[in-house]
């Protein structure tokens, strides 16, 4: 095999980048342990890569460390309960967390409070007619139980 035209057919930086083909990638990764020059071609278009990723490396926007932090400061605190007594974790069973907050309010994602909203405007909706089905019953219970009105004859 020519390792030369190989190299140059564009396997090893497709293979980097994670573009080969399953049967690309396996035939590379058989042939690098009986070629040695695939391995440093391999470690020196990486650490070319790197090098342009550093090179030209774009700072993120000042403010967005300041959103990063401020939904850090939102997330409660997890730490783990301290009422361990010298077991290991596979002793002790189930391992569980203490959440510590500050807030006194239960945080429910968007789609929840909507559906919570609909469910509760239905009910009433359904409150409201069963209240309405039962006097109406109970007017024409009321109708058929009635004796019938006599005719006069004169």
Same mark, same amino acid.
């Given at each position: ?7 140059? #057919? ?7 980048? !994670?573009? &080969?083909?399953? $049967? ?5 990764? @058989?042939?690098?342990?009986? +070629?040695?020059?695939?391995?440093? &071609?391999? #470690?020196?278009?990486? +650490?070319?890569? *790197? ?14 460390? *300041?959103?990063? @932090?401020?939904? $850090?400061?939102? $997330? ?7 009422? !361990?007594? !010298? ?5 002790? !069973?189930?391992? +569980? ?13 968007? &789609?929840?409070?909507?559906?919570? $909203?609909?469910?509760?405007?239905? #009910? ?11 006097? *109406? +019953? ?6 058929? @139980? ?9």
């Amino acid at each position: 095999m020519n390792i030369e035209l190989y190299m140059q #057919s564009g396997i090893v930086e497709s293979y980097a980048l !994670g573009l &080969a083909t399953p $049967i690309e990638r396996e035939e590379f990764e @058989q042939l690098v342990p009986h +070629y040695p020059e695939l391995k440093v &071609a391999l #470690s020196d278009f990486e +650490y070319q890569l *790197e090098l342009f990723a550093l090179d030209n490396e774009e700072p993120p926007p000042p403010e967005v460390r *300041e959103r990063i @932090q401020a939904r $850090i400061r939102d $997330i409660p605190a997890v730490r783990p309960s301290r009422r !361990g007594n !010298g077991r290991n974790r596979e002793q002790r !069973g189930a391992n +569980y967390l203490h959440v510590e907050t500050s807030s006194n309010h239960i945080r429910v994602h968007k &789609a929840w409070k909507t559906l919570f $909203i609909v469910i509760f405007i239905l #009910s009433k909706i359904f409150l409201a007619l069963a209240i309405y089905f039962f006097l *109406e +019953y109970r007017h024409v219970k009321a109708a058929v @139980q009635a004796p019938p009105p006599q005719a006069e004859v004169k």
